[in-house]
């Protein structure tokens, strides 16, 4: 007998469509870090960031993640074939896809993505990191 032991939330898109949020499987997890990750790293040398995070990074970061998670989701609204140039290995997010997101996702919905689909906290620690980056950097 299984039971359901994970979160899952309802949200709605800018566009009125509906969206089940649930922990992603780890085919999907494991791209949805390595964006996560590799987008918020400031890149430390000698005790300064050579690549401050800034607010346009933090929201390409957000938008590819939110690509990731929410893409069965949204095949019929933008067929696989057309969110990613190789949408097998989630690479190469295709421009259609990129606008669909970004005119239809806000932050509300994209901090409940992170927590649900990718159980990234509000606190966790590269959020703090890339906030204190992008400050000392005088780009917040």
């Keep these: ?3 359901e032991v994970f979160n899952t939330a309802e949200i709605e898109l800018e566009d ?3 969206v089940i949020l649930k922990p992603l499987p780890i085919k999907f997890l494991r ?10 790293d400031p890149k430390i040398v000698d005790g300064k960031p050579t690549r401050p995070i800034t607010d346009k990074i933090a929201m390409d970061v957000y938008t590819k993640v939110n690509g990731i998670a929410l893409s069965r989701q949204l095949k019929d609204v933008i067929d696989p074939v057309d969110q990613y140039e190789n949408y097998k290995e989630f690479t190469g997010m295709l421009p259609k896809y990129l606008d669909y997101l970004e ?14 689909c990718g ?3 509000a606190d966790d620690p590269k959020l703090v990191e890339a906030a204190i980056a992008a400050m000392e950097a005088g780009t917040n």
């Design 16 to 18: 009125g469509k509906a």
């Design 103 to 116: 005119e239809n996702m806000n932050i509300p919905n994209t901090n409940k993505v992170l927590e649900i």
């Design 31 to 40: 791209k949805f870090m390595e964006e996560w990750n590799e987008g918020l």
């Design 1 to 3: 007998m299984a039971t």
């Design 119 to 121: 159980g990234i906290e």
